[in-house]
């Protein structure tokens, strides 16, 4: 059973930076495909980035490009979300989640990650960012 367990998460003030960790206990067929999910209260759970070890692909969130980075340390158990120039409504919850291939590649790769593509959740890292 695949465990995920996320850190980094703080408060910062607007223009400020935070670099999130998510360690995967094992590296298999099962987490290639990882994301970054976040949710903010009384909003649904929104997909951020995924990174597909296989080949590096990554995708983003619009609201998030040029700010964020995905990336994945080189024994592919680390997932980093390193988050630049934050608002305040990138406040949220941000939640590590990993499945197969399939969220991560066509066809379900182009509408964006969802929830429910994904099987492994971490139990999230609070991100607050202050004006």
């Known amino acids: 059973h695949v465990q995920l367990v996320e850190s980094g998460g703080g408060s910062v003030q607007a223009g400020g930076s935070l670099r999130l960790s998510c360690t995967a206990s094992e590296y298999t067929y099962r987490t290639v495909c990882m994301a970054w999910f976040r949710q903010a209260p009384g909003k649904e759970r929104e997909g951020v980035a995924t990174f597909y070890s296989i080949n590096s692909d990554t995708s983003y969130a619009d609201s998030v490009k040029g700010r964020f980075t995905i990336s994945q340390d080189n024994a592919k158990t680390t997932l980093y979300l390193q988050m630049s120039s934050l608002q305040p409504d990138d406040t949220a919850m941000y939640y590590c989640?990993?499945?197969?291939?399939?969220?991560?590649?066509?066809?379900?790769?182009?509408?964006?990650?969802?929830?429910?593509?994904?099987?492994?959740w971490g139990q999230g890292t609070q991100v607050t960012v202050s004006s």
């Open positions: 989640a990993a499945d197969s291939r399939g969220p991560c590649v066509a066809p379900m790769a182009r509408q964006g990650p969802r929830p429910g593509d994904f099987s492994y």
